[in-house]
């Protein structure tokens, strides 16, 4: 028996409030972006993809700000590996909350996996930890656009996500996937 449950559009998202590895704290309901805020929920220290990915956000974050998204990126390690993950990895600029309980992993779909020693960075996986996801969240609180993982590979790239952020806000353009009652459906 499973306890995640996928989170659809238009639907207010969960409650997501954590610390912020350098100090401070993130508090989405607090968030007042123009457009929305980018959730990326990444695996860990462990996770050399992740490193990738978030140095890559981290050069792109004046990208979104112009275009009025604020960012944000959320992992389930405790403080001292999230300290290590944005002094390692060059973070400076971009927000890395820590300390994400299991049980809010599971609230916003995420699938959780079980550590296996270490991996090919060196580093200890922990015993469990969520597997990544990306989210674009209305100001609202609603969501627009998920991306959940099961596995660290083959990930949506932030240019992709900035030039699909364009067409949105210029057209408008309608949330897709949210709940349909299939028994009215033609």
């Known amino acids: 028996m499973t306890d995640i449950a996928p989170l659809f559009p238009n639907q207010t998202v969960p409650p997501l409030g954590i610390e912020l590895a350098g100090g401070g704290s993130f508090d989405l309901a607090s968030e007042k972006p123009t457009n929305f805020t980018l959730v990326v929920f990444y695996r860990g220290l462990h996770c050399p993809i992740c490193k990738t990915q978030l140095k890559e956000l981290e050069s792109k974050l004046e990208d979104f700000e112009k275009r009025g998204v604020a960012v944000v990126a ?22 890395v909350g820590y300390g994400l309980a299991l049980a809010a992993a599971r609230r916003w779909g995420l699938y959780v996996s079980s550590g296996h020693g270490k991996t090919s960075a060196g580093v200890d996986e922990p015993a469990l930890f969520s597997e990544p996801a990306i989210y674009l969240v209305r100001p609202d609180g609603t969501l627009y656009f998920g991306s959940v993982q099961t ?7 932030f240019s992709d996500i900035l030039a699909a952020i364009d067409f949105v806000v210029k057209n408008r353009y309608p949330a ?6 299939l028994r009215k459906a033609v």
């Not at 389930?76 to 600029?93: C, H, M, V, Y």
């Not at 897709?176 to 009652?181: K, S």
């Open 151 to 157: 596995m660290p590979f083959a990930r949506p790239h």
């Open 74 to 95: 959320v992992s389930t390690d405790p403080k001292e590996r999230a300290e290590q993950t944005r002094e390692t990895w060059g973070l400076s600029r971009l927000r």
């Open 176 to 181: 897709r996937g949210e709940v349909v009652d």
